[in-house]
């Protein structure tokens, strides 16, 4: 019993604890920020990146894709105005037999 008492008044903080736990939880998400949106620091890395990763290939390879896209949506764009067509057509058809 002796052994527990003993034990049990030990404290584990005190209050100048607590404010510098309350100061670390504050400051980390606050500095992380800061350093994140830093772009001067990180320019010249972030340009040689982009300059090894475009190459004329990956160049040739995005227009590619950009005319796909437009000939994608062309194409997309005819077949919508034939079905307009067809429709207004029909509905052209069935108002002309409303009026018979």
Same mark, same amino acid.
């Given at each position: ?9 030990? &404290? ?38 982009? &300059? ?49």
């Amino acid at each position: 019993i002796h052994f527990y008492k003993r034990h049990l008044k030990v &404290k584990m903080g005190n209050w100048q604890l607590e404010i510098a736990k309350m100061a670390i939880y504050m400051a980390f998400p606050v500095t992380s920020f800061y350093v994140y949106h830093q772009v001067d620091w990180f320019e010249d890395e972030l340009t040689e990146i982009h &300059k090894k990763i475009r190459t004329k290939d990956t160049i040739e390879n995005h227009k590619q894709v950009e005319e796909f896209k437009e000939m994608m949506s062309s194409h997309r764009d005819k077949k919508f105005k034939a079905e307009l067509a067809k429709m207004r057509e029909e509905v052209g058809i069935l108002g002309e037999k409303d009026k018979q």
